[in-house]
Each structure stands twice: as C-alpha cells, then as structure tokens.
C-alpha cells in the first residue's frame, strides 16, 4: 500500500562534490606540490604540512601531510620522519620513492598512488601522506590515531545473560568485535563508501554459502543507489533502502551487539556496519524479530518463551487497549458484566469529557511525559516522576477531569508497550487509529483497524521476504522460533526463505534423554 | 483494473461503517441502567404499570455510590410505560443490564404471553433475564421492599436466584427457557414465585416455591419442599440437601444429606396402549449432619439408612406428581415432550388428548441413593454411657 508513494528518482537531481582532479595535477615538484596541497585544504587550521630533508643527501626532501589529532604523533615521528632523516641508505640512484618504501618507512600499511583525490580523503579520514621531491606519486601511510569510546554494554538493549560487549562508533572495532565472534574465511566483509560529502564506510557482511545470493544483491543495488550528502547514523541508511518507506514497521533490522548480528548472519541474513555508529542493520527484518531477544537463546526455553508470549500479549494490548475500552463503555454496554458496568459508571459520573475525548488526551499526555523522560537530563527525572503520577495521575482523576478507570487503560497501555521499545513508532500510531475507528462504530471499527493491519502486516516484504513469515507458512520446523521457543537440540534448521541452500545449522542430539 | 478494484473496497467499506447497526455513541454515564422491572396491570384503566429498579449514585465526597431508585410508569402497552418513562427521567434507561423482571399474579393469571413479547423482540432486553412471579397483590412491591446485604433490590433477587444450584428449592427459569417452554408441546412453564417476608426486623423479599402454569396463565403455587422433589423429575437439582428420619418411629433424630451429584432419567414406555413413565433417580449423597449416634460405618446400619432415604425420596416424588396431576393438571414435567421426543407416531395419535391423559398418567419412580462418606468424620460425638454400652 505505501509503495505506491514512492517517488521515482528524477534525472538531474544529484548532490554534487567538487572533484579536485578537474582543477588540480599532482607535479613532480615537491614545491609545487605542496603549494597545491595548501590551497586544496584552505582555511584548515588542523591541516599540518610538515617538511624535512635527509641528513646526508639534501636533495632527499619530503613533506608529510596529516590532520592534527587524528595521527599518531609518536608514529610519524619515529617510523616516518626519523628514518627518513637518518638514513644513510637512500638509493638516489633509482626511483627515491620505492626505496623510500621499500628500506626506510617502518609502517605496515602504505599506499603507493598518485591521484590526487584519493590523497586528500585519505588525508581526510586520518592517515599520513608522504609527499618526495622529484616523483609525481605519494605514499600513503596509515598512522591513524584518535580517541574511541571503550567498548561497553549498550543502554538499549541489556541482558542478564549474555555477552556484554557492544559495538562502538568505530568501524574497525566493530568488524573485529564481529570477526571474533566468527572465526570462518567464510565471513565475509566488503566495504561501500555512501554519502558525498561524509564519505562514511559501510562494511556489508555476510557468510558466504548460507546468506541468500539474491538478497545480497539487491541490497548492494539499494546501497548503490543512495545519494545523499552525508550519514551520521544507520538509521539514515535503513530508511533510504527499507521496503514500504512510508509504513510504521520497520523492514530493516539493527542491533548494538556483536552476538546478535553473529546470530543473525548465522541465519542467512546480511549484516551492515555504519562507520561512526555502533548501530548495525541486519536485513531481511521479519515482523516476529521485534519480540525475539538474544537472551531468549541463552536461558531456559520454557523462560524464554514465556517472554515472548509475554511481549507478543504486550503488543497485542498495548495496541488494542484504548479503543476496546472505549468501545465497551460507549457502544456495547451490554458486553460489560454488570457489576463492571455500574463501577464503571459511578467512576465516570461528572467527568466533562466524552470517555473517547479523555482517552486521546491522556493517551497524549502519556506520550509527552515518555517524550520528554527520554530527552531531558537524567537528573530531572525525580520531577517527572512526580508531575507525572502525583499531578496528572491522580489528581486529575480527584478533580474529575477524569476517571480512574481511564487512567488505569492507559497506564496499562503505556506501560506494555514499554515492552516493546524497537516497536515504539508503530505502535502509537497504530493505537491512535484504532482507537479512532472505535470511537465512531465501536468493536466492529476496531476489528476493521485489526484487518487493516493484519492487510499491512501480510502485505509487506523485508528484501522479498514475507514479513510474516513464520506465519504464512505454518511449517512446525519454522515455527520452532517464533512466539515460542523450542530447545536447541530441535532447532535444526535455519529459517526459510532467507537461508535457501544451506539449512541445516545445528546436527547436535543434547545430552541424555 | 486497480482504479476499479481500490473503488470496490473502499465502496465495501464505507457501506459496511453505514450499514451496521453501531452508530450510536453513548458514553456509559449518559445511560442510566436499569437493574430489574416489575410488571402490574390496572385492569380499570387497561393499562400496564411498570416500575424499573434504576441504579443511581449517591456522591459521599469524591466517592460515588450505587444505590437505586425506582421510577414508576404507565402505558397502553409494555413498551409504551417504558418510553413514557422519559417524562421523568433526564437520562436515558439503559434495559441491557436488566437481569430480573417480576410478573404480578393478575398478569400471570391472564397470560404471560403478552409481556413476554418485547423482551423476546427488543434489541437491548436480554433473553437471559431471571422470570419470576410475585406472590403478593402486585409486583412492584416486592421492589420497595428493603434489602438484606446489598443496596440492589434486583442484584439480590438475581444473586438469590443464582445461588439455588445448592439449595434447589426454586426452578430458575430464564426468559429464553420460558419461551422454549410456552413454545413447546408436551410441556408446561413452571416459574419461581416469590413474596414478602419480615426476617430479623426487616421487610425482605424471599423466595416462596413455584408458580405453575397451564398454557401461559397461572393456575398455582406450591411451597419450596414440594419444588425440591419437582425439581428432582425434571432434572434440574445440583446440590441440595435431604433430611432423612432416624426411623419411622423415631421422628426426633433426623440424619441430613448432602446430595454431591444427582442425575434423573425419565424415558416413557408403552404397554397395552398404556404410556407408563419410568422415572430413574440416581443420587450420590454424604452424611452432612447427624443427630443421633448411630455407627453409619457399619454396613447394616448403613444399607438401611440408604433404603429409608430411598425410600422417603421415592414416596416424595411419587407425592409431588401426584398432586399436581390431581390438583393442576398440568405436565410442568414435560412428559408429553419426553413422549414426543421418544415415540413421534405414538404422540401423533395421543397428543391431541395429552391433557386428559396426563391426569392418569402411571408414573413408576425407581430411586438409587448411594452415600459416599460421612465428612470429616467416621464417628459421631457421643455420651460416655452409650459408647461403653457398645
């Protein structure tokens, strides 16, 4: 349904960046060179053109190129600058820059090139460029060095048991926590440059021979088409390549932890790590990974599974609970058992509002108060916690703005769907729809919304995948891990669809039966 | 294609949110609910007078509490008392909660079938509404009279009527099985009768037997004791209790029963163009109370408290059946039906006279009591004296 919207990509329109090879030519003057060097990195303060010669040749001169704070100070001093300084073994003879690289340099990564564009981003994202008199190419030197933030658990999503590592905003910690996860050359990583002007890596990674080919590609293409100036978050990125752009469901997956996105690609699904994020994607995303946790592998099964009935109930409620309420007290009074029925109405006598009127408003409030406990400073919570139980709580109910009941449903409402925080944007709309409906023809508008969604849900793809997967198909081996969880001794098989040829992952028996 | 098909479902759609029957948003306090109606006639003016037991909220501070009011209301007709109420009432009645309605005998004497209609017919009135005949002059006194626990005179009868699954002395008959049974061959309605009564200073309602009817009109009542054995024919005693004499000479010492599960099977027969019913009564009972001494774990002792329990049962059913086929002539039993059910061709040729037949009907009741323990106890507390005499 919300496919339709979705604009095709018009010609003509594309976020432009200034190609440096147009303008500038890298010369084999050192001078020159550096002089082009300057103009390119104008007005940069943090930009640092550091010159020197050999001690015994003079006509060995070099100039690195770094941006302050981002290099390894002890690096280029002791592996870059004071080999080539000191040598005494320059050959002259032939080409300086080979022997510079082959006999002085002390670094385990160097590049040899001579375009001038991959100069500047490399000098851009952090590494050494080394420039020589006389040669038109320059080395490259990786001497990154800058503060990263320690690896720890991430606010969102934390576990009882369970590893406790997250990922970090760096890219190359994060495809090392992964990589420890998966000791297999099967694993592979590929990397993707988006955005024009951030230049942000993306690393794709997947595991050869059980990731679906097909998926693959079409992410790739997805990737591929993306033009944007810049991306600070992986979310940016998964709303640019997500099926049905404009539904509330999300199509692509995303984890903080390296052990939930080894589990996933160990399903078949592909992975992507954003440079500057510690938020991974994972795709294909199906609706029933919304209520799977990866603690719900770790600990007992019949545990886990009564979590997950208990989230997928949660859901269910927090969804449905407005509108049904309203429904019951505004249009099938006969449905309430009687005793219900005259509490309900001693509850709600003087209360000025309509019961659908004070629904919206106390559903609204619930947001502000869940809206700003997530953006104001921690310290202030004590005074929401207070405004929002004491004032709109309970005095609204003394005062007869409300009533008790209501508060009730919507506590509850709010509360369970606090169980599902990955679900949170669907859910508030969805709720507010229904309870819309509800409010015009009662149950019967309620179960038109049910249909709705259920229409949605049963229509949507995740990279051409059924979003409802294990529901579409009612095969025991699939539903093995869905709103409940099976022992792993009968977890034998990787999830249709998205694992096509190589299904079997786990041959174990368990111990003594 | 797809223009047409997106027109056909929203064309679906929007007359199906037209067409159903829920437009009608009506927040629950606008209503006011009703919890029960009685019914009378004033056969002068040949009008109804209906008198509705409404809830109504008595603010003590912040708090709410229910109490009730009863709103009276005259009309040519049942319903037309009932819009008429709108004369006095700011809020609307809301009949969905409606759990009793009370007929006066006049009513009942005249036929039910009359008043019975719009709560069969009316969308709000529930089907499932306790039916019960007022035993005093009119109905509605039996809704000014004062409560014994809760504030709801209607939530009380209804309560009392839902509790007779464990003392089985009044038949529970919703409206819907009131209709089934006017509705159908063979067998007449039987329907709870209650009256005043003055209990611990208060003036209170409380139930007081059977009403039995003939086609839809009231012919007669008879007493609690009497329904209990009735109730044992038709099958509809949960639990209940039964006293039991030590012995016919010895009418002081009552043993009481306690019956745990009862079940009645009456199939008709035919011999020598005679229809006989057997009547087959299969009760498990323990010993709930016992004023004598008696050792009931012996087996003597205890086969012969089970005959003379049987015994009593069987005398006592045979007693009810005969009285109402002497005195009301009417098959409140459903005999006729069991017949019809049982025998079609026969019923085609005798149904037309059931009535004359019922009267000399031949009832043969077979009662089989077993006792299944004695409680928490094998003993009964006893004297000094009489246990050395043992």
């Known amino acids: 349904m919300f496919n339709r919207f979705k604009k095709k990509k018009s010609k003509g329109h594309e976020v432009k960046q200034k190609d440096v090879s147009i303008d500038y030519m890298l010369t084999n003057s050192l001078q020159r060179n550096i002089e082009l060097m300057k103009e390119i990195f104008n007005s940069d303060d943090t930009f640092i053109t550091r ?21 390894n100070n002890e690096i280029i001093n002791e592996n870059i600058i004071k080999p080539i300084v000191i040598s005494t073994s320059i050959n002259v003879k032939n080409n300086v820059i080979d022997s510079i690289l082959q006999h002085v340099i002390f670094s385990n990564s160097v590049e040899r090139t001579s375009e001038i564009n991959k100069v500047v981003e490399s000098i851009a994202r952090g590494d050494t460029a080394l420039f020589l008199e006389g040669s038109g190419e320059v080395l490259i030197i990786s001497a990154k060095g800058w503060q990263t933030r320690a690896i720890s658990e991430p606010e969102g999503e934390k576990v009882i048991r369970g590893p406790r590592e997250g990922f970090t905003e760096s890219l190359l910690i994060n495809l090392t926590l992964l990589r420890r996860k998966l000791i297999t050359p099967d694993l592979k990583l590929n990397y993707k440059v988006i955005g024009v002007k951030s230049r942000t890596r993306v690393c794709i990674c997947y595991i050869n021979g059980i990731a679906n080919d097909k998926i693959l590609k079409e992410l790739n293409k997805r990737l591929d088409n993306i033009d944007i100036d810049g991306i600070m978050d992986s979310g940016t990125i998964s709303e640019l390549i997500k099926d049905s752009p404009l539904s509330p469901f999300k199509t692509v ?69 407005p509108a049904v309420f309203v429904a019951l007290i505004t249009f099938h009074q006969e449905m309430v058992p009687t005793p219900l029925a005259i509490s309900l109405s001693a509850a709600r006598q003087i209360v000025p509002f309509p019961a659908v009127v004070g629904a919206f408003l106390l559903l609204i409030v619930f947001e502000i108060l869940r809206e700003t406990g997530t953006r104001m400073p921690t310290n202030l919570g004590q005074a929401l916690g207070i405004v929002g139980a004491v004032i709109l709580g309970q005095a609204a109910v003394e005062a007869k703005f409300t009533s008790a009941p209501m508060v009730i449903i919507v506590a509850l409402t709010g509360i369970s769907g606090l169980a599902l925080p990955r679900l949170k944007g669907a859910v508030i709309v969805i709720r507010l729809i229904f309870l819309l409906f509800a409010s015009f023809i009662g149950l019967y508008g309620f179960m038109f919304g049910v249909i709705g969604l259920l229409n949605h849900l049963f229509e949507l793809r995740s990279f051409g995948v059924p979003y409802m997967l294990s529901l579409m198909n009612l095969d025991p081996q699939d539903l093995q891990d869905t709103s409940v969880r099976v022992p792993w001794m009968y977890m034998k098989y990787r999830p249709k669809f998205i694992a096509l040829n190589n299904r079997i992952r786990n041959a174990s028996e368990g111990g003594k039966k | 294609m797809k223009h047409v098909r997106r027109m056909l479902f929203s064309l679906i759609l929007i007359s199906n949110m037209l067409l159903c029957g829920c437009w009608n948003y009506h927040d629950i306090e606008k209503y006011s609910l009703v919890l029960g109606f009685a019914i009378d006639r004033n056969e002068q003016e040949n009008s109804y007078l209906l008198t509705a037991e409404v809830l109504d909220f008595e603010m003590s501070g912040k708090e709410a509490k229910p109490t009730s009011k009863l709103i009276e209301s005259k009309g040519n007709s049942v319903f037309d008392a009932i819009r008429n109420m709108l004369k006095l009432t700011e809020k609307r009645l809301y009949w969905g909660h409606a759990d009793t309605v009370i007929f006066s005998q006049d009513i009942a004497k005249e036929g039910i079938i009359p008043v019975l209609d719009l709560i069969f017919r009316d969308a709000e009135m529930r089907e499932e509404m306790h039916v019960v005949i007022s035993k005093e002059k009119t109905a509605k006194e039996l809704l000014e009279q004062q409560t014994m626990i809760s504030t709801l005179r209607s939530t009380e009868i209804d309560r009392i009527l839902n509790s007779q699954g464990s003392l089985a002395k009044a038949p529970v008959v919703e409206a819907y099985e009131l209709i089934n049974e006017l509705e159908g061959e063979g067998i007449s309605a039987a329907l709870p009768a209650m009256g005043i009564a003055t209990n611990a200073g208060k003036k209170t309602v409380e139930l007081m037997g059977t009403a039995l009817f003939k086609s839809d009109k009231l012919i007669g009542f008879i007493d609690s004791e009497e329904t209990k054995y009735f109730l044992f024919v038709i099958n509809k005693v949960n639990r209940g209790l039964l006293i039991q004499n030590e012995s016919p000479e010895n ?26 019913m057997d009547i087959d009564i299969k009760t498990e009972v323990a010993i709930a109370e016992m004023e004598t001494s008696m050792d009931y774990i012996k087996d003597v002792n205890r086969s012969k408290l089970k005959k003379d329990a049987e015994a009593s049962l069987k005398s006592s059913v045979k007693n009810i059946i005969k009285k109402i086929q002497d005195n009301y002539d009417t098959d409140i039993f459903g005999f006729g039906m069991l017949v019809s059910a049982n025998m079609p061709s026969l019923w085609d040729s005798i149904g037309p006279d059931w009535d004359h037949l019922f009267k000399k009907l031949d009832v043969n009741v077979n009662v089989d009591i077993s006792i299944r323990n004695s409680a928490l106890v094998s003993k009964s507390i006893r004297k000094e004296s009489i246990r050395k005499e043992n």
């Open chain 1, 51 to 71: 010159q020197f010669e050999n001690m015994q040749n003079k006509n060995i001169k070099g100039c690195i190129f770094f941006i302050e704070g981002m290099v």
């Open chain 1, 253 to 321: 997956g995303s984890t903080e932890r390296p052990d939930i996105l080894a589990a996933k690609l160990l399903e078949g699904r592909i992975g992507v790590i954003v440079d500057g994020t510690p938020v991974a994607m994972t795709v294909p995303f199906v609706f029933i990974e919304y209520f799977q946790a990866n603690e719900d592998y770790y600990i007992n099964f019949y545990f886990s599974s009564i979590s997950r009935l208990l989230r997928v109930f949660c859901f269910m409620l927090t969804i449905s609970l």
């Open chain 2, 251 to 276: 009418q002081m010492n009552k043993i009481t029963l306690e019956i745990f599960k009862t079940k009645t099977k009456t199939k008709p027969e035919y011999y020598d163009g005679k229809v006989v």
